[in-house]
């Protein structure tokens, strides 16, 4: 489970400004939490957004000082996010800035907006719309890991309606008009360890 917060909306001009990872069982218990903070080397932008401020990533690592212990723990795993695109573009952009030779593809992620489609009733598909049709009690706040908290609930609210033969549709359509089908985690496994990764012990020659 992955949550990014950033300094805009287009991964090629702008930065990450914090990284949250929960590491999940495949029956989506938490297992494990990771987060920091990014120096993006720019100014941080939207802070009435997020909350961010340049002095709270004045000291803060830049992406590529954190890559190590990121790969450490998304290295294996299926990547999950509400919109996990967006995550996807602006990690596959600073694994370039950091010439890290990896990119993580759509195939490899499960979205957690998009299976909304499938395992809610209709409604806006929002973190917070999702989170509140679901029935759970926790709300995102645009920080990485509490946003990242909402997605990993809504992922477990996901699985136990698929074993109990709870979905909402059996097909969908995202907002590009994709088709959207149940269980995509069942998909992305195969994905995700054909993924060839980095041993993080040769990220010191980079």
Not at 20 to 38: H, N, Q, R
Not at 84 to 92: A, C, G, I, T, Y
Request: hydrophobic share 40%; net charge negative.
């Amino acid at each position: 489970m992955i949550d990014v917060e950033t300094t805009g909306l287009t991964p090629w001009t702008e930065r990450i400004l914090e990284i949250a990872v929960l590491t999940l069982t495949p029956d989506g218990e938490t297992t494990g939490t990771w987060s920091t903070l990014v120096n993006p080397g720019r100014p941080v932008g939207a802070t009435f957004i997020h909350g961010i401020t340049d002095d709270s990533v004045a000291d803060a690592p830049t992406f590529s000082e954190a890559l190590p212990s990121l790969v450490d723990r998304l290295a294996g795993t299926i990547i999950v996010g509400h919109n996990v695109s967006f995550d996807l573009e602006f990690l596959n952009a600073e694994f370039k800035r950091s010439l890290y030779p990896v990119g993580i593809p759509r195939s490899a992620a499960v979205c957690t907006m998009d299976q909304s489609r499938i395992y809610l009733p209709p409604g806006r598909h929002s973190l917070a719309a999702c989170v509140d049709r679901a029935g759970i009690t926790i709300s995102p706040t645009h920080r990485a890991i509490d946003d990242a908290r909402c997605s990993a609930a809504l992922l477990a609210h996901y699985l136990q309606a698929e074993t109990a033969g709870r979905r909402c549709a059996d097909e969908a359509r995202d907002r590009d008009g994709r088709v959207v089908l149940p269980a995509e985690w069942k998909r992305a496994a195969g994905a995700a360890r054909s993924l060839d990764w980095l041993e993080v012990a040769d990220l010191s020659s980079l």
